[in-house]
């Protein structure tokens, strides 16, 4: 079989010649090198090795460092091979690991972290057990052969074992008459290096930073390429878009590993990642729509929510807000209908069929999530008119409080939400809806029904589930005591009307079986009782509710949150010179105004002494909030 040359890159042996030239072509070459090019040559093979580590060579090595900007001399105590290899092949000088780039300069040597714990000791574990005379002239060595920088902590403070032990046994062979000048040569030695180490730390701080600035310039030229490929591709409105420091904090095309290589952009590079980019740059194509889309009815969003704002305090904040009224149908058509001016006053006629649509799209959500927990309810019925269906719980809400309807239409949690800009609406205009006011419109996933704990509750109460009003339960004079709370303190008995028994199975008993022998109902003999106490309870609830920071004033736009009842009072009269004090004037927030569990305590005659009560019993009892009567 004839021989068949391979093809290489390049010319064969077109250096295997060279160290066998005249010097002065040698030298010429070798005066374009860096250190670390001759350093690879005369790991090459023996001839270069022979001719480069030759003291004829010294000439060579010095004209490759001063190719390198700053570097400080070599200093007497290394030749010039020696000093290149410390300064620039990022080995470990122990056990040869790789990319090890810190020097220790005073040590002459690279090593990695394991290697430095054991190739270094600490410098007062020598003092304490080799110079016990803290006088003795060997603690000049010793101070001076440390790494300067760990001189801020001296417990940190290193010195170097093989120098320390080689100097031991120069030092125990010499005659006694010979080691004071040992120890002075040693210490003009040791102050040498650490004058040439403070040099060339300080050029490894200038070349750590010239190479930085070389890697981010790189970087950038790069990015540069890659934008111009971009632009004529049809990208630059997207590109535009992306470096806006008023929209991102960063372009996030520059988020990018591919894109913040400090390389060159080369064709192959450039087909290598085109598909990552091409899909980053269709995505936030896809996004500069929505953004637009929002961006072009923010006026008009504008001026509707400056009309919408005289509203809300006449609805009692129960109605939709800015995002929720957007998107409904009549509230759609105004911001799009750019022709048409948007006022208080045009506005008003359209308001009450708009608050009733975004009733009814609620009520829906809000019937669809009751059927999931109880599917055997009646299809027929709108279930939001049972008391059976008339409570919820937030499940993010720090406490499990019962949310009423329709308190539950305005519950901030529901409609706070940040949307979900990487998975937009196919619809653009209620995804730029939703990039321009950064909220979610009204939604229940967070929602739970207690329809559940209701059915047990009015089941107990003997009424109907199904068919049992809220307005008709609250006329019951009827009131439970909870079962499984007795069977604990039977002395004492916790009465609850419907409303406060569902703050009761949240917060004292969530996910405890309600629906046998839970609840007990008190004897009709006790109602005047209980209604009497309840009565006394509420009041005190109420001068409660007027300290809250959520009070508002009727005749200023919504959101305008006074504070306190007192706070509202004295606005009203300030600047509506306006003294009345009922809810024309000042209300609450709906999403504050919600049950608490606040029992009565009915304690039982056989208890002769208040020690063995608890603590919310004894301050009901002080409160008057609170009976004992006889339990049989």
Request: aromatic share 10%; net charge negative; glycine share 4%.
């Amino acid at each position: 079989m004839p021989y068949r040359r391979t093809n290489l890159r390049g010319r064969r042996g077109s250096l295997q010649e060279l160290p066998h030239m005249p010097l002065d072509i040698v030298f010429e070459v070798f005066s374009y090198m860096q250190p670390m090019d001759l350093l690879n040559l005369a790991r090459t093979n023996r001839p270069f090795r022979d001719l480069l580590m030759s003291r004829t060579s010294a000439q060579f090595w010095k004209a490759a460092r001063r190719n390198v900007d700053g570097l400080p001399d070599c200093p007497p105590d290394l030749n010039e091979p020696a000093y290149a290899n410390l300064c620039f092949d990022a080995h470990c000088h122990n056990c040869m690991k790789t990319n090890i780039q810190n020097v220790i300069w005073e040590f002459r040597t690279r090593y990695c972290s394991d290697c430095r714990k054991f190739m270094t000791a600490p410098q007062y574990s020598l003092i304490e057990n080799n110079l016990d005379d803290p006088f003795d002239p060997l603690h000049i060595v010793v101070n001076l052969n440390i790494n300067p920088k760990d001189e801020d902590d001296p417990v940190n403070r290193r010195v170097h074992s093989v120098d320390i032990d080689s100097f031991y046994e120069e030092f125990d062979r010499l005659p006694s008459d010979q080691k004071g000048a040992l120890i002075q040569r040693e210490d003009a030695e040791n102050e040498q290096i650490v004058q040439h180490a403070n040099l060339c730390y300080a050029w490894t701080e200038q070349w750590k930073a010239s190479r930085a600035q070389e890697k981010e310039d790189a970087k950038n030229k790069r990015v540069v390429a890659i934008i111009n490929k971009l632009i004529e591709l049809g990208y630059t409105e997207e590109l535009t878009y992306m470096s806006d420091p008023a929209i991102f904090e960063e372009n996030p095309l520059l988020g990018l590993s591919a894109v913040r290589r400090p390389g060159p952009l080369t064709e192959r590079s450039w087909q290598s990642i085109r598909k990552t980019v091409i899909e980053l740059m269709d995505f936030y194509r896809g996004q500069l729509e929505v953004h637009e889309a929002g961006e072009y009815y923010r006026h008009r969003v504008e001026a509707v929510y400056n009309a919408l704002a005289q509203f809300w305090t006449e609805y009692r904040l129960i109605c939709p807000k800015l995002r929720d009224f957007v998107s409904t149908t009549q509230g759609r058509k105004m911001v799009e209908a750019e022709h048409i001016a948007i006022t208080v006053e045009g506005l008003r006629p359209h308001l009450p069929a708009i608050v009733d649509e975004w009733k009814e799209d609620l009520v829906l959500q809000l019937n669809q999530l009751i059927r999931e927990q109880w599917s055997s309810l009646p299809q027929y019925v709108n279930l939001t008119t049972l008391a059976v269906c008339s409570y919820f719980y937030c499940m993010p809400c720090y406490s499990k409080r019962p949310i009423p309807f329709p308190q539950v239409l305005v519950h901030e949690c529901l409609s706070s939400r940040p949307p979900n800009l990487d998975e937009p609406d196919e619809d653009l205009y209620e995804a730029g809806m939703d990039k321009m006011l950064s909220y979610t419109k009204w939604t229940p996933r967070c929602l739970k029904s207690c329809v559940g704990h209701l059915h047990d509750i009015i089941s107990a109460c003997g009424q109907e589930s199904t068919k049992v009003t809220p307005e008709e339960m609250d006329r019951l004079d009827i009131r439970l005591f909870c079962q499984k709370c007795s069977s604990m303190e039977p002395n004492v008995r916790k009465v609850f009307s419907w409303r406060e028994a569902v703050s009761h199975v949240l917060l004292d008993h969530h996910g405890c079986d309600t629906s046998s022998e839970f609840w007990g109902r008190m004897p009709a003999r006790h109602a005047s009782l209980v209604l009497r106490l309840e009565a006394r309870m509420n009041a005190r609830l109420a001068e409660v509710l007027e300290q809250e920071p959520y009070w508002y004033c009727s005749h200023c736009p919504a959101f305008k949150k006074i504070g306190s009842a007192e706070m509202a009072l004295q606005h009203v009269e300030e600047e509506h010179n306006i003294r009345d004090a009922s809810e024309d004037n000042i209300f609450c927030s709906p999403d504050v105004k919600i049950t608490h569990s606040h029992p009565i305590f009915l304690v039982s005659d056989a208890v002769r002494h208040r020690r063995g009560l608890g603590w919310e019993v004894v301050s009901a009892l002080e409160r008057k909030e609170a009976a004992i009567i006889d339990f049989a």
